[in-house]
């Protein structure tokens, strides 16, 4: 082979490998254009506020402000602890029902457990929460109910608080649990839990050192999801919280209608740390519990 | 002599679908046991029910005299190796080793000195660190008789356990197991539906089909004398000659077919002497039947013509059509096959101790 040869067949292998290059070119386009062009304009703005006199002046006020004043990290805390109580909750609820519709054999009725499980998603979050907050209200169906029963005398408040914006929540979110954990518990294969038992271990130790651990890439995939849509969610609690539950959320709306583009950009940044944070944080202990899990041995 | 299995008249049903028949089995202390028979003909449903993986419809399921039908897997004294084998991902050669002792709260120290024990046992030894999927074929394969064997059970039940390896490996574990089971001296129970497999591994065999046991015996006893007409098919090969009894005597059984009369020795009749006139079917294995010179001195030897020759290495398949129409296939080693070649004639025969009379 010639040396132009090899040149023109290495040139054509080069092509190969990177043939499947412009496949990507719209996500990347997307990502570059409505995310990281985003950010920039927000890291700037937050330095940056346009100032009614017109020239932008640089300044860290927006910052000094939200790092300083307690009020806005209390804000931070109601965030954060929203998203472990719906995490959580999706969590306990999801599981369950994410191992109960793998085993379910018929193909008729998964595929109802499907629908009644996903078809939620297909109506507007708004209108749900409309709905919700009809049943929860002082004079909703569950205080009737409750009431009709004797169970309470006075009816309770279950909107307007973090309770309304959980239970809300953890019924919007929980497909998002469900579904990752639904895959995983799909691939596995019958003969790993009869092993288990084969090896003496009844049903808990079965399900406590052979199903979970084996389907914990699908809980923490499902609890990352749902804690990031949780703590960055607007509508669910700006109308079940009914103004009473400031979160990070609602600072940027209010901060916006205020047109004070400077503290808003600082609170999304903020919000966007959070989220990065939670999800290295994750990610890494559950590596450290499967290196402890090694040591141990 | 001890029986650590024994099985009443066993039966499991999934819907309408009968998977094990009334089976009724005795498994000797220290026995390799196994059952062989073609897919679907309830052999790893049986060793389910032996291992407490599956319910009985039906039946008693007996270990070491207690009657254990209603004891959940993880209380018997039973260990399985999985057709897939079912080594668990997520942890090492040594967690999976240690499983089974971890749950019987073995203090570390002893679990450590097991698992090093039965990892020299299996020739692995210095693999406990080793991820699962870091393993080849065969290993897995040891890993997975190792994790079974660590609890020492009173049975070992092994189901195909070689179906996923190559020829090669396959024939190199089966000799192991072989050995192992020698050294340990655990009753094992194999389930299996290679007849090959079974006839060089097993102290006896169980051959089942459609949910029932069609006979029991050491390899000798299901190759030379096979009860039932389909054991005498799936193991190895046979000619089958549908006749009628024409004579009985105290030594021999003669047969009537198609105008020959084949004479059998009494103890190759597999339902004892059999009435005069009762219609049987006398089987020969291909091996058996002798050609030309070799066939000079067997007494049921007739004259024929060859129809084919077949070379396939160290034998020669010919197919032989006897006077009266009657199609043989006879199998000799190739340096007895030199003057066969088609459409010339032949004399075949073979002895009466090569023919199996069965009933029909």
């Known amino acids: ?297 | 002599m001890d029986d650590d299995v024994e099985l009443r008249e066993v039966s499991k049903h999934f819907g309408t679908v009968v998977a094990v028949d009334q089976v009724s089995l005795q498994i000797r202390r220290g026995e390799f046991f196994s059952l062989l028979g073609p897919s679907g003909c309830g052999k790893t449903t049986t060793l389910r029910m032996i291992g407490g993986l599956e319910y009985p419809t039906a039946g008693d399921v007996l270990l070491r005299g207690q009657v254990v039908t209603d004891v959940p897997p993880y209380r018997r004294a039973t260990n399985m190796v999985f057709q897939h084998l079912a080594l668990f991902p997520h942890l090492t050669v040594f967690e999976n080793i240690a499983f089974g002792l971890r749950l019987k709260r073995v203090p570390s120290d002893a679990i450590s000195r097991k698992v090093d024990d039965v990892l020299q046992l299996v020739d692995l030894p210095g693999y406990g660190a080793r991820e699962i999927h870091q393993l080849s074929g065969g290993q897995k394969q040891r890993i997975a008789i190792a994790r079974a064997l660590v609890n020492e059970p009173a049975v070992l039940l092994l189901d195909e356990p070689l179906g996923a390896l190559d020829l090669k490996l396959r024939l190199q574990m089966q000799a192991e197991l072989k050995a192992l089971q020698h050294r340990v001296g655990t009753t094992f129970i194999y389930v299996t539906h290679d007849q090959g497999e079974a006839l060089t591994m097993s102290d006896r065999i169980a051959v089942m089909n459609l949910g029932r046991v069609e006979q029991i015996g050491t390899s000798e006893e299901i190759y030379a004398r096979p009860q039932t007409r389909f054991v005498a098919a799936f193991i190895g090969e046979a000619n089958f000659l549908e006749g009628r009894v024409a004579a009985s005597s105290a030594d021999a059984v003669t047969v009537e077919v198609d105008g020959l009369r084949i004479v059998a020795s009494v103890d190759r009749v597999a339902a004892g002497p059999p009435q005069v006139g009762a219609a049987v079917t006398v089987s020969v294995r291909p091996e058996h039947v002798k050609l030309g010179a070799a066939a000079a001195d067997v007494r049921n030897r007739w004259d024929g013509r060859v129809q084919d020759v077949t070379f396939m290495g160290a034998v020669v398949r010919a197919r032989v059509t006897l006077g009266s129409g009657i199609a043989l296939i006879a199998e000799v080693h190739n340096d007895a096959a030199a003057g066969l070649s088609p459409g010339a004639p032949v004399v075949a025969g073979w002895t009466p101790g090569h023919t199996v009379v069965l009933a029909r």
């Open chain 1, 1 to 297: 082979m010639t040396i132009a040869a090899a040149r023109r067949g290495s040139w054509r292998s080069v092509a190969r490998r990177y043939r499947h290059v412009p496949l990507l070119a719209p996500a990347v386009l997307l990502s570059m254009a409505v995310f990281w062009v985003c950010m920039a304009v927000l890291v700037t703005m937050s330095v940056y506020p346009f100032l009614a006199a017109g020239t932008p002046r640089f300044t860290w006020v927006a910052w000094h402000r939200f790092l300083t004043d307690g009020y806005y990290w209390s804000v931070v805390g109601t965030t954060l602890n929203l998203g472990v109580l719906v995490t959580g909750l999706s969590l306990v609820i999801g599981y369950p029902t994410a191992y109960a519709i793998s085993k379910i054999r018929r193909p008729g009725w998964a595929l109802t457990a499907y629908v009644m499980l996903f078809a939620p998603i297909l109506v507007s979050v708004v209108v749900r929460t409309y709905g919700w907050m009809l049943l929860l209200s002082k004079t909703g169906a569950v205080n009737y109910v409750l009431r009709s029963l004797r169970l309470i005398d006075e009816p309770i408040a279950l909107i307007f608080n973090t309770t309304g914006i959980v239970i809300a929540m953890v019924h919007i979110l929980l497909p998002f649990m469900v579904f990752p954990v639904m895959s995983v518990i799909g691939q596995l294969t019958p003969d790993l839990k009869e092993a288990a038992m084969d090896l003496g271990a009844n049903r808990w130790q079965t399900f406590r050192r052979v199903t979970l651990p084996l389907t914990l890439p699908g809980v923490v995939a499902g609890s990352q999801i749902v804690f990031t849509l949780t703590i960055s969610a607007f509508v669910t609690p700006f109308l079940m919280g009914g103004g009473k539950v400031q979160i990070l959320s609602g600072l940027i709306y209010r901060d916006m209608e205020a047109v004070n583009l400077g503290f808003a950009s600082v609170v999304s940044l903020l919000l966007l740390v959070l989220a990065v944070a939670i999800l290295v944080l994750s990610n890494r202990l559950v590596r450290q519990a499967y290196a402890r899990a090694e040591v141990s041995r």
